[in-house]
């Protein structure tokens, strides 16, 4: 069973940083894209950041330039680094892995959320 534990939100006044991370186990056959996703209240959950499994990452433009997503050689660890946060970013933040949890079997798995709050 697939199973993504988040951890690192809290409370941040703007202009500061926070990195969350997001460990991964469970038995799969491969993964194709990791990635964090937000939803504040009562606002739809939207993309984050994404990195695929070759390397290559796509980001929020709101994000671009304050947000760096990466993960462990393992693929079993991502993070998110936070740097010059804002009110708007606050919002509970799900980490998200796709692949295939056999080769003819898909999974998308999400982690609990973690919430993050940035002070004016």
């Known amino acids: 069973q697939v199973q993504l534990v988040e951890s690192g939100g809290g409370l941040v006044q703007a202009g500061g940083s926070l990195t969350l991370a997001c460990g991964f186990s469970?038995?799969?056959?491969?993964?194709?894209?990791m990635g964090w996703y937000r939803q504040a209240p009562g606002k739809q959950r939207e993309l984050v950041a994404v990195i695929a499994t070759g390397g290559s990452t796509n980001y929020a433009d709101s994000v671009k330039g304050r947000f760096t997503v990466s993960a462990n050689n393992s693929k079993n660890m991502l993070y998110l680094q936070m740097n010059s946060l804002r009110p708007e970013d606050t919002a509970v933040y799900y980490c998200?892995?796709?692949?295939?949890?056999?080769?003819?079997?898909?999974?998308?798995?999400w982690g609990q959320g973690t919430q993050v709050t940035v002070s004016s």
């Open positions: 469970g038995k799969i056959f491969s993964i194709n894209a």
């Open positions: 998200n892995y796709q692949g295939r949890r056999t080769s003819y079997r898909t999974f998308d798995a």
